[in-house]
């Protein structure tokens, strides 16, 4: 699998290349500013971008504006969003386009070595991974169809927003997987996705979940 990581900090660029390495994952890019990241996804065309939201020359939001930009030329180009902190707007524009392939992840679960590389498949294989942070702050208003769900469905769907599995999901809420795949199948029909294959539903309903 294919991947351009994009950091500004060289230990941690160079920290996360050697992980991703080990994991299996070739990094034919590893970048430190916004123009460079932009140039290298166009041209490399991966099948996921690890991106530091902040890079040169502006360290502002150089990084995710590079990730949009070629988004838009690769559409549904997968990526992932590192971040020191939660900033609501920035995750709020990578989810705008509504479509899968997506994460927000803040800096400090990269130390996680085995979470840092789920997620970073998970986005690759067009899923989300979303930190529970990030999601608290997204749905902390809640508007129609979701009013619909009950407070054991909005439980289960904040944690496939963080990428879960099922048999994960079960062991958080301390029930059993059949459980969790009724709560699913409510959930999908409560957002109208009752056509789609089980994991395109999955992806559509997380974004219905974190829809900006």
Same mark, same amino acid.
């Given at each position: 699998?294919?991947?351009v990581?994009?950091?500004?900090?060289?230990?941690?660029?160079?920290?996360?290349?050697?992980?991703?390495?080990?994991?299996?994952?070739?990094?034919?890019?590893?970048?430190?500013?916004?123009?460079?990241?932009?140039?290298?996804?166009?041209?490399?065309?991966?099948?996921? $971008? #690890?991106?530091? *939201?902040?890079?040169?020359? =502006?360290?502002? /939001?150089?990084?995710?504006? +590079?990730? %949009?930009? &070629? @988004? !838009?030329e690769?559409?549904?180009?997968?990526?992932?969003?590192?971040?020191?902190?939660?900033?609501?707007?920035?995750?709020?524009?990578?989810l705008?386009?509504?479509?899968?392939?997506?994460?927000y992840?803040?800096?400090?679960?990269?130390?996680?070595?085995?979470?840092?590389?789920? $997620? #970073?498949?998970? *986005?690759?294989?067009?899923? =989300?991974?979303? /930190?529970?942070?990030?999601? +608290?702050? %997204?749905? &902390? @208003? !809640?508007?129609?169809?979701?009013?619909r769900?009950?407070?054991?469905?909005?439980?289960?769907?904040?944690?496939?927003?963080?990428?879960?599995?099922?048999?994960?999901?079960?062991?958080?809420?301390?029930?059993?997987?059949?459980?969790?795949?009724?709560?699913?199948?409510?959930?999908?029909?409560?957002l109208?996705?009752?056509?789609?294959?089980?994991?395109?539903?999955?992806?559509?309903?997380?974004?219905?979940?974190?829809?900006?």
């Open positions: 699998m294919r991947v990581l994009a950091e500004d900090l060289f230990l941690l660029r160079d920290g996360l290349r050697t992980l991703l390495t080990a994991h299996g994952f070739e990094v034919v890019a590893a970048v430190e500013t916004g123009p460079e990241l932009e140039r290298a996804l166009v041209e490399q065309r991966p099948d996921v $971008a #690890v991106v530091d *939201v902040r890079l040169p020359p =502006t360290q502002t /939001d150089e990084g995710l504006r +590079a990730a %949009l930009s &070629a @988004r !838009r690769i559409p549904g180009l997968p990526v992932l969003v590192l971040s020191q902190h939660v900033e609501q707007l920035y995750a709020r524009e990578l705008a386009d509504g479509a899968g392939g997506v994460g992840l803040l800096k400090d679960r990269v130390f996680n070595a085995d979470q840092f590389i789920d $997620a #970073v498949r998970r *986005v690759a294989a067009g899923g =989300t991974a979303m /930190d529970p942070e990030v999601i +608290a702050k %997204l749905v &902390a @208003r !809640r508007t129609t169809p979701l009013q769900l009950t407070e054991r469905e909005n439980d289960v769907l904040a944690l496939m927003a963080e990428g879960r599995s099922n048999a994960a999901i079960a062991q958080q809420l301390v029930v059993s997987e059949g459980a969790v795949s009724k709560h699913i199948a409510s959930i999908f029909g409560k109208d996705l009752t056509t789609s294959e089980d994991t395109n539903r999955r992806v559509l309903a997380v974004l219905e979940y974190l829809k900006p």
